[in-house]
């Protein structure tokens, strides 16, 4: 090769000579190269360098292979191995091992693989950006397939398998014509197009365009979703101005996919159209459920996700504006939303409060009526309250810290939507509702339908808690509203599994004692009259209980008493004598048959004693 070596000697002294035939040539330090790197990095992006960087060796490579094809060579195949060798004089290597090298310049085919030492590429990349996961000799790739093109006449694609760039010895390239690639350099010629810089501004300029008009666009949706929230406007006014600006149909939801709001959809399409099952959801997605695309976005307040708002499309997928307006959409709703909780919260307490003074005996009737009127609530007797009382279902379980608001929103809800006036206290660690009988009666409901629609309501919502409700007594007088509110209580504490709705009304003389701060008293008093026939009739179905029960009820009859249970008189009297011998008294004597008469209602009330009576919600 010393033909070649002289050739390439004779090349470089006319170059420099200033030889007509020949261009100038110029030197570059390679850490110039390296920050030229850097800064087409982070002004085009990695992708868009790669390919600058991979034409300007292209173009390098074909300049050196014209000149090379001017020298007089002995053997072409000396053309296409000097390549190498000005890769080296040029700086961009140290060393170039040929591992195969199989070529046809008749057939024009040719399958090099090399190794490639201390390229000045990787060692920039190196030291600006550290080890990376691809290959990094752009340039020199560019120049080797520029190069080999030129002197095969054949496009020839270079590419590294491995880079020192990656943590490699050396970089390992394979160049192969674009044919004998079989499609696999298919991903690189991309980057030998010629892309002029006119052509990226105007790309850039495009996409510009749209960012500004997708944001226009969003800002104008937004300013009319804010002045609806200004004007004091409800969700089914967002949800129109949305259906109204975009065309696409809208749903808003609460947490538990109540729906508060829609717009574009007809109320028989509703089952079918809602998508179920987004508690998941955290930001904004794009679901696909059937032939419907949702795209869904979370509405938060104070942190927690409070609901979700999202469009509909039957025909095609969300375009990148859909996106940024349904996000604004979002932000209007929490607004709006952290307004009304704002609003309501302010109104219940005042309202509690103000109950809280009726139940304390602290307003007069005078100062009742006249903040009455201020709430709005309907001062028509009769009146009666229902106090609730809930408890976890998993001992473990805490309630969340603004649980009693929540639970209080929830009541005022239900009442809304019913259009049922009433007042709403947190009383006691309880909550106690006063209403107007008269304005129940007015809207269609009683006071049974209310209080048990309300535990019905609750429990469905609230599915981790068990309710209880204490009903009260009805009473004319506003002076009363405090007594109503202990009869709810003593209601409340004998509520039982199979009794969640308790009224004093279905009480006896029971429901005075009932009213007692401590049940314990009541149930000591039960085991003191009947706890001896208790122990030894539990394991018999209660039947002793049971007779002793009905011979009291009718009057100590027992014709009476053998008719109703459909026993013998013979019977019934060996029972009366058993009863007399375990509870060592006169069952006959009236202050006795009171006594256990009371001590029975108490254990049918506390839910000890079952005897399939229909009383009133007991």
């Known amino acids: 090769m010393r033909s070649a070596d002289l050739k390439l000697n004779e090349f470089y002294k006319t170059s420099f000579d200033a030889d007509p035939r020949y261009e100038k040539m110029i030197s570059i330090p390679t850490s110039a190269i390296g920050t030229l790197r850097k800064e087409l990095i982070e002004t085009i992006g990695p992708e868009r360098m790669k390919g600058f960087l991979m034409r300007y060796g292209w173009h390098c490579g074909v300049s050196d292979a014209l000149k090379m094809k001017q020298l007089a060579w002995d053997d072409p195949a000396e053309a296409l191995l000097a390549g190498p060798r000005m890769h080296i004089l040029h700086g961009n290597l140290e060393e170039v091992i040929i591992l195969q090298n199989d070529f046809d310049f008749e057939k024009k085919t040719m399958h090099m693989e090399a190794l490639w030492r201390n390229s000045y590429e990787a060692k920039e990349h190196l030291e600006q950006f550290g080890k990376g996961g691809h290959p990094q000799c752009h340039t020199l790739v560019g120049y080797a397939s520029g190069y080999l093109s030129t002197i095969i006449g054949e496009k020839v694609i270079v590419i590294e398998q491995s880079c020192q760039a990656m943590g490699n010895d050396c970089c390992f390239p394979i160049c192969k014509t674009v044919k004998e690639w079989n499609g696999k350099a298919d991903d690189v010629l991309k980057y030998y197009e010629p892309d002029s810089l006119i052509n990226e501004l105007d790309r850039m300029f495009e996409k510009l365009r749209i960012e500004r008009d997708n944001l226009n666009r969003t800002y ?77 976005t979370p509405i938060f307040l104070q942190r927690n996700i409070v609901g979700y708002c999202y469009f509909l499309y039957d025909n095609g997928l969300p375009q990148e504006v859909d996106w940024m307006i349904l996000e604004r959409a979002a932000v209007t709703c929490s607004m709006y939303l952290l307004n009304e909780r704002t609003r309501l919260m302010a109104e219940q307490r005042m309202k509690g409060s103000f109950l809280d003074e009726m139940i304390s005996g602290h307003l007069c009737r005078e100062e009742f009526m006249r903040r009455a009127q201020y709430f709005e609530f309907d001062v028509r007797p009769p009146f009666f309250m229902v106090t609730l009382h809930e408890k976890s279902k998993k001992l473990s379980s805490r309630y969340p810290l603004d649980f009693n608001d929540e639970l209080v929103n929830s009541l005022y809800n239900f009442c809304r939507d019913r259009q049922i006036n009433n007042l709403i206290a947190d009383k006691s660690g309880k909550t106690a509702l006063l209403f107007s009988e008269t304005a129940l009666t007015e809207r269609g409901y009683t006071k049974r339908d209310v209080s048990k629609k309300i535990v019905e309501c609750l429990q469905q919502k609230y599915p981790h808690l068990d309710f209880k409700a204490g009903v009260s007594s009805s009473s004319e007088r506003l002076e009363e509203i405090g007594q109503l509110f202990e009869e709810s209580l003593a209601a409340l504490k004998i509520t039982n599994p199979k009794s969640c709705v308790v009224h004093y009304d279905s009480l006896g003389i029971e429901g005075v004692l009932f009213q007692a701060s401590n049940v314990n008293l009541i149930e000591k008093f039960v ?17 002793l209980t049971k007779t002793l029960y009905h011979y009291v009820s009718n009057g100590c009859n027992v014709h009476k008493t053998s008719r109703k249970m459909n026993i013998s008189i013979s019977g019934l009297r060996y029972r009366l004598q058993r009863l007399n011998e375990i509870l060592e008294c006169d069952i006959n004597r009236p202050a006795v048959t009171y006594q256990i008469y009371l001590a029975l209602q108490s254990m049918i009330a506390l839910g000890e004693l079952d005897m399939n009576l229909e009383l009133e919600e007991l």
Not at 533 to 538: N, Q, S, V, Y
Request: hydrophobic share 35%.
């Open 220 to 296: 104008q949706v937004h300013e009319k979703l804010m002045n609806e929230v200004l004007r004091e406007k409800d969700l089914s006014s967002i949800a129109k101005v949305l259906f109204q600006t975009t065309g696409i149909p809208v749903l808003i939801e609460d947490k538990h996919q109540t729906v508060l709001a829609m717009f574009g959809i007809e109320q028989h399409e509703l089952a079918e159209r809602q998508i179920k099952g987004l508690s998941g959801i955290t930001r904004t997605e794009c679901l696909s459920v059937k032939n419907t695309c949702y795209l869904v």
């Open 527 to 543: 085991d003191k009259r009947l706890g001896k026939l208790i122990r030894e009739d539990r394991h018999k179905d209660m039947e």
